[in-house]
Every structure is written in C-alpha cells, then in structure tokens.
C-alpha cells in the first residue's frame, strides 16, 4: 500500500483515497471538446438531463402507482392526479418528457446522419447510441402501457401482436410476451417491471458505454476535420485558447449547453404545462376495455415512421402476404440504422451540405420519415394507403441505394 | 447568423410534423360536425334525419343492382326464387323510401313547429297544477313541492326501466321548447326514434301526452316554472344541475357520486351501461361534450344517450362541473406554469451571459 502523509484539508483527504483531482481533470477540465461546433452538439447533454429528469419524476410515480388492471388507472388518474400533493406535476413532466425526448434523440441522431458522424473510428459512438434509441423505444413502449387506459391496451395489444406473424414460433412467441393469451394483468406486471428496472438498468450501462466510445475517436466537428487532439490540447493549456481547436468540457463545452438547456427547458415546461394532449392522448383517460376497440389505434408518434412501414404493405406481392412482407420491412426498418457505418461507403467525413451526392440521400429520407410519420397516425383507408405503400417502399429502397450512391460518390470526390 | 438558420430549418420540419400528426390527423379521424344548437326548432335534426335517409336510398338503389345481377347469375330454381324476393323487397324499398322519408321529416318539422308555439304560450298556473298532480305525480316526485318519490330508487328502476326524474327543477334545467315537446312527444323530443321504433316493439316508460291541448302544455310548464327551487351559485349549481341532469344513468367515481338508477337496471334499461364520467372532460374535451350532450345522435348515431334538452346555461353548469371533478389541478397547473416559465426564462439568460463570458475567451 501506498504511503499516506496526513492531510491538511477535507479535500485533501478525499483526493488521496479517490483521485478527486486527476479524476476532474479526466472527466472535465480536461476532456477536450471541439471548439468549431453548433448548438446541435448540445443534444447530448439535453439528453442527459431529460433522461434525469424521467428517472426523478418515475421514482415519485413510483410511490403511488399500482401495477394492478384493476387499480392502475385510478392510481394514475385519482391518487396521482388529484390526491398526492403535485402529483399532477410529475405525471405531466414523466409524461411529456417522454415524448420530448425521442424529439431530442432523433434531432441527436440525424446530426451525427448529417455530419457523418459515425464512421472512420466513430462506429461504436453509433452501435452504441443506436442500441439507446432502441432501448428508449421499449422504455416508453412499456412505459405507455403502465396507466391503462384504451390507448395503452389497444396499442399494447397490436404491438405484441406484431410478433405473431414471425414464422413458426410467432403464435407461442406472443403468449410468451404477455403472459397470457390477451394482454392481461400478467402483461402489465410484467411490463411494468421492464419499464421500472430492466431497461433503466440498461440504459444506464448503455449511457455509460456511450460516453467512453467518445473517449477515443473524440467528438466530431463541423467540418469533419481530424486533428491532432493532444497538439491542440496543449496549446489550450500554454493559454493559446483562440488558437487552440479544442476546448475543455467544463467550464467552456458545458456554459454553451447550460444556455441551449435553459431555451429548452422554456420548451420543454411549456409542453408540460399548457400543452400536453399530444403526449397524453385523451383516448387514454377512458379505461381499458378488452371489449370495446377504439375508432383509431396508433402507437405514440415516435413510433409512427417505423408502424407506417409495417402497415404499408397491404397486399400480397409474389405470393407473401401483406402481412409478413410488412413484417419484414419493419424488421429490416429497425435494424438499418444500426448498419450506417457500413452503408454509408463514401470516406467523405463532412457535413451532408458538401456531399455531392449524399445530401440529396439525407433530404429525400427526412422527408420521407416524415410522410411515414403523419401517415402513420392517419386512417390507412384508400389513397392514405397507397402514401403508406410507396414511403414505405422509398424508405427500403433508400437503403438498399445508400452504398451505391456513396460509393459513387467516393469516386467522384477521389477518396477525399 | 448560421446557427438561427438551423434552428430554423429544425423548426421548420418539427412544426410540419406536429401540424401533420395532430390537428390535421384530428380533423381527419373526426370530421367536424354540426355545432350544438340551443334552438330547438328542429331544423338540424331533419337535416341529419334527410341525409341519413338520402344514404339509405343510395344503399337500397346499389342492393337492387347486386340482387339483379345475382339473379342473372341464378341457375337453380330455388336460389332464383330466394334472390326473388330479396329482390322485391329491395326494390319496394327504394320505391317507398323517399316518400317515408319525407312524411317523416314533415312530421318532424311539425312536432317542433308546434313544440315552439306552445313554448310561446302564456301557461296558466293553477290549471297546470291540477294536470301536474293528474297526470305526472303517479310516477314523478316533487321535492320542491313537497311530493318526493313514494318508493325507492331501486323499487323505481325496477318498476319503470329507469328512475324517474323529479320535476323540482325541470323547468330550470331544461329549455321550455324541449319541455314541451317532451311532454307532447318524449322519444320525438329526445332524438331516439330509431331505439323506440315501431319495428323494434320497445315502448318509452313515459306515454305521450299528445292529447293534450297545447295550452295545457304551456299550463303544465308553466306550473313546473312556478316551483321555488333553492337558487345556487358556482360550484354548488354545477353539482346540482349535473346530478339532475346526468345522475340518473352516470356515475361520477371521483365524485363518489353513483348514478340514481343501479347499475344491472340500467344496463337492461339502455342496453349498455352508461360511462363513469369522472375522466370525461379529458378523455373527451370540452369541445366534444359541448356538441354532444346537446344532441348526441349527431356525433354518435345509435347511441343509448338521448338528447338531454338542456339550456345552455345549465349544459355549461355540467361541463364546469366535469371539469372540476376531471381536472381539479387546472388552476394550480396554469399559475404554477405560469412561476416556471419564468424561473426557467432567468435560468436561460443566465445561462447566455455565462456563455457568452466564457466563450470570450476561446474566440
């Protein structure tokens, strides 16, 4: 063991057992941000206290909620609504900053799309942000069912039965998932224990390994541009700082975020308290009825591009029913993302805007996920169908011309 | 600047996207409707009924060009026989059908006409109370008049199908144009003749006084105007009026108010059980309900719910009144917005001169 010589101070003390010094230094004044960037690198840290926030507010919900059918939708709606003293408060804040965050986690994945953040040494930031989307989706998927309302149960139940169209163990897979032939009270319990422990845990171990994949390759910029790190991080501590490229996470990286959380956070609280019903459906303050189907069934917004291109195929082509080629695409729709790095074949690191041919790829699909997204909400009747059908099909055909489009563009560029 | 420009385009592609998944998803999923209509004259209603009958004849005209053409597919006797007679009957509808239809909503236009000018009528006091206590105390009570119901709600309700409303404040609640015509005709005035047609061999707990003189209408609702009823204000009005007005068949659980009528009665009586509606004003909207209690038949064809006959006044005293129920914090929410808004305003403007002091130093 190493020697100790007695300290001088409380700090003192704490610093020889943890490192409290060279830890801050690691972890913050030390860390090394780019300094050429937008307000869009914020969204990471947005996320960070979004995520705080719905951990917060669930530990008070916690308290009062009964994961019961036969007492959760008083508990939400009496004894937290009306009883517990700022109950409301909590369930609008858990309830908005719900939705709120899958705004803020597509805004954070379509910067790292736009600005190519993901390849040449940055894929594990990806797979590794990639598998939170994922993870965030089953966090609010169970989470939405945890009230029990219509909405809750409708959208449950057409969602589990998604999994029933995989072939032969879809049947068993979907008794599996509920706990019982319909969804039930074993269904809730159950998903009320993923929503509540299993997928917080791993999100926080995800969150984890998300920050250390930026460790290595470091934080893109807006140009793209490598640099050397320690070069640059050294002319910061000469006192170079209009020089140097990089700046510390804190106090520099963090007082530009502090300013684009307080603008959100003005946002964010407007949502909660003067416009809510877009993450709080209505339909969901009438009580489950596994005997009354409401008009419309449509899973939370966030969820509607990836519904849209399960739905979109209607028909049968070449003998394989609507259902599972929809089936097909919705799988294949939640994988893509994941493969961005390899997809995208052009070793152009620059924003979309410079990219010859990249930019129009990235336009047309936002515009794309948007028509899936609003007509993922709409009634799938007549022409709405047909809009469904063939955003659908962009949507699979955009990635299957992805490498093409990008090798292309490697060739026109020259490998720059 | 590069960075408003951004913020814009986000904007841009958020904003499209709420108005894509929102108000215009609404208006698609719920076309909007005819806005509730406090006249009773009946126009709107005979509107509805010509439209609904118009898509029935569309409906008859396309059945007569199916079973014609099943009928030139026919090979078999008995099968042309059958398609036969399906098809007469088709064809017998579409020849009967406009005229049905236009009796009917002549019919109606004359109830209400009549409904009208018997509202219009100066009522006669004490001659509507000798018809009030010959023909409606056998089944009604009169708080306010010192006659409350002779048996209980459940002998009631076993008795008539529902429990029968107590008068006291019928004429304060109720539009007088509503009460007459409820009076001449009850299942005319509450928009159900569909539930209570002759096919259907159903009949209204309460017989049509159509025999009546619409003088002796107009003497009845007179009397019933007459009654002294205890005026209350605010939150106790709002009570009161719901629970005369909706309390016989809605429960309110977050009220611990349940409904006069019990339960397994009423769901024989209305074929359904009527919804708790303690969470109404949200899962529904103000809006909704607006349109709706004045006649629901117009937003929810076949529904149980009959048209209540409210004035505006009290149907606005039931929406307040689900609303403080409903949604008890709505008040506590606003101000407190209101508190946290601004915090948070202070909170970013720091947050900007901070910024801007520190990154002074790295530009």
Redesign the interface.
């Known amino acids: 063991m190493a020697e100790f010589k007695q300290a001088d101070s409380m700090y003192e003390w704490f610093d020889q057992r943890l490192g409290i010094d060279k830890f801050l230094k690691v972890m913050m004044t030390e860390y090394w941000i780019p300094?050429n960037i937008?307000?869009?690198w914020a969204m990471g840290v947005l996320l960070t206290v979004m995520f705080t926030i719905l951990l917060v507010s669930g530990l008070f919900l916690l308290m009062y909620y009964k994961p019961d059918i036969n007492m959760a939708f008083?508990s939400v709606?009496?004894t937290i609504?009306?009883e517990v003293a700022y109950g409301?408060?909590f369930r609008?804040i858990h309830a908005v900053g719900a939705s709120v965050v899958f705004?803020i986690i597509y805004?954070h994945m379509f910067t790292g799309i736009y600005y190519g953040s993901y390849k040449k040494g940055r894929e594990m930031i990806w797979i590794s942000g990639m598998l939170l989307f994922v993870l965030f989706s089953a966090e609010g998927f169970s989470g939405y069912m945890l009230p029990w309302g219509q909405m809750s149960y409708w959208a449950a139940y057409v969602i589990t039965e998604i999994f029933g169209g995989i072939p032969l163990i879809g049947g068993d897979l979907v008794v599996w998932i509920r706990g019982n032939f319909y969804v039930s009270d074993s269904t809730l319990t159950r998903f009320f224990m993923l929503h509540v422990l299993l997928i917080p845990l791993a999100i926080l171990g995800t969150i984890v390994l998300h920050f250390y994949a930026l460790r290595f390759p470091h934080v893109n910029n807006l140009d793209g541009e490598f640099f050397d790190y320690d070069a640059e991080a050294k002319k910061y501590l000469d006192g170079k700082?209009?020089e140097?490229k990089v700046?510390p996470f804190w106090?520099?990286f963090l007082?530009?975020d502090?300013?684009?959380?307080?603008?959100f956070?003005?946002f964010f609280?407007?949502l909660?308290?003067?416009h809510f019903?877009?993450a709080m459906d209505?339909?969901?303050?009438?009580k489950a009825d596994g005997l009354k189907t409401p008009?419309?069934i449509y899973p939370e917004?966030y969820f509607?591009w990836s519904y849209e291109v399960l739905r979109g195929f209607f028909f049968e082509i070449a003998g394989i029913s609507g259902k599972s080629l929809g089936l097909i695409a919705f799988a294949v729709a939640q994988a893509v993302f994941f493969l961005m790095p390899w997809l995208d074949r052009s070793p152009m690191v620059k924003p979309a805007n410079q990219r010859p041919y990249f930019k129009y790829w990235f336009w047309f699909l936002?515009v794309d996920l948007?028509v899936l997204?609003?007509y993922g909400?709409?009634?799938p009747t007549g022409t709405n169908a047909w809009v469904g059908f063939a955003s659908s099909i962009t949507f699979l055909s955009l990635f299957i011309a992805l490498p093409f489009i990008t090798k292309a563009e490697g060739k026109k560029v020259g490998g720059k | 600047m590069k960075e408003l420009k951004i913020l814009a385009v986000l904007a841009v592609l958020v904003g499209i996207t709420y108005y894509g998944i929102e108000p215009y998803a609404h208006h698609e999923m719920h076309p909007p409707v005819a806005p509730a209509d406090f006249t009773y004259n009946g126009k709107q209603e005979v509107a509805l009924y010509t439209k609904t009958m118009d898509e029935k004849l569309v409906a008859a005209t396309e059945n007569v060009a199916v079973q014609t053409a099943e009928l030139a597919k026919a090979t078999d006797a008995k099968a042309k026989e059958a398609i036969t007679k399906k098809l007469e009957k088709a064809k017998s509808e579409v020849a009967t059908l406009p005229e049905t239809a236009k009796a009917e909503a002549q019919r109606r236009t004359d109830f209400w006409k009549t409904a009208n000018h018997t509202a219009a009528l100066e009522g006669n006091v004490t001659n509507g109370k000798v018809l009030v206590d010959a023909n409606c105390i056998a089944c009604h009570g009169i708080d306010a008049a010192g006659m409350p119901m002779a048996i209980s709600n459940a002998d009631a309700a076993a008795s008539y199908g529902v429990v029968p409303p107590d008068l006291s404040s019928a004429a304060t609640i109720y539009d007088a144009k509503y009460l007459a015509a409820f009076i001449a005709s009850p299942v005319d005035a509450m928009h159900i003749q569909e539930k209570y047609s002759p096919e259907s061999g159903k009949t209204f707990p309460m017989p049509s006084y159509n025999w009546m003189q619409p003088q002796e209408i107009a003497d009845v609702v007179a009397y019933l105007k007459s009654l002294s009823v205890k005026k209350l204000e605010g939150k106790e009005a709002h009570k009161a009026t719901f629970e005369a007005a909706c309390g016989r068949c809605h429960s309110m659980q977050y009220a611990k108010f349940e409904s006069t009528t019990p339960a397994d009665a009423l769901k024989t009586y209305m074929g359904t059980t009527p919804p708790d509606l303690s969470q109404y004003i949200k899962s529904r909207g103000e809006h909704y309900l607006h349109d709706f209690i004045n006649d629901p038949q117009a937003l929810l064809a076949g529904t149980a719910m009959p048209r209540v006959g409210l004035t505006e006044v009290a149907q606005h005293d039931v929406i307040a009144y689900m609303e403080e129920i409903g949604d008890p914090k709505k008040d506590e929410r606003i101000s407190l917005g209101i508190y946290t808004l601004a915090f948070t305003l202070v909170f970013a403007i720091l947050g900007y001169l901070w910024k801007r002091k520190i990154w002074s130093e790295v530009h």
């Open positions: 300094k937008n307000f869009l008083d709606n009496y609504m009306q409301w408060l609008h705004l805004i700082k209009v140097s700046v106090p520099v007082s530009k502090f300013f684009v959380l307080g603008f956070l003005l609280f407007y909660t308290f003067f019903n877009f209505p339909v969901n303050f009438d008009a419309h917004w509607l936002m948007i997204t609003i909400k709409l009634p």
